[in-house]
Nanobody, 126 residues
Framework: QVQLQESGPGLVKPWQTLSLTCTVS??????????WSWIRQPPGKGLEWMGA???????YYNPSIKIRTSIFLDTAKNQFTLQLLSVAPEDTAVYYC??????????????????WGQGTQVTVSS
């Protein structure tokens, strides 16, 4: 059974860098062609697709946050990481990681993804 588990700080101060890691178990990230994504949901709002990284290392980002976002892949650890620069209170959200066989640009429906994490709450506050 494949499981995705998000981890990282629950509280971040404004202007700091948020770093979240998604650990994948039950699926070797280097074994096949796959896409690994980050999606978030601010309180009271809809889901927002943030970006994705392919097994090759190619990255794809939401244009609205591209300048602040980076996604990295570590196949040796079977993990991928999200970095979000200069966070603000508006970045407070539940952050989800997900995996898919196809590139799902802008897609936020969990049912479309092959794998979906449980989510982790991140609060940006001083």
């Amino acid at each position: 059974q494949v499981q995705l588990q998000e981890s990282g700080p629950g509280l971040v101060k404004p202007w700091q860098t948020l770093s979240l890691t998604c650990t994948v178990s039950g699926h070797s990230m280097s074994a096949d062609w796959f896409y690994w994504s980050w999606i978030r949901q601010p309180p009271g709002k809809g889901l927002e697709w943030m970006g994705a990284i392919a097994t090759s290392g190619s990255t794809y980002y939401n244009p609205s946050i591209k300048i602040r976002t980076s996604i990295f892949l570590d196949t040796a650890k079977n993990q991928f990481t999200l970095q979000l620069l200069s966070v603000a209170p508006e970045d407070t959200a539940v952050y989800y990681c997900a995996g898919s066989k196809k590139l799902l640009l802008g897609v936020t429906e969990a049912a479309v993804y092959d794998y979906w994490g449980q989510g982790t709450q991140v609060t940006v506050s001083s």
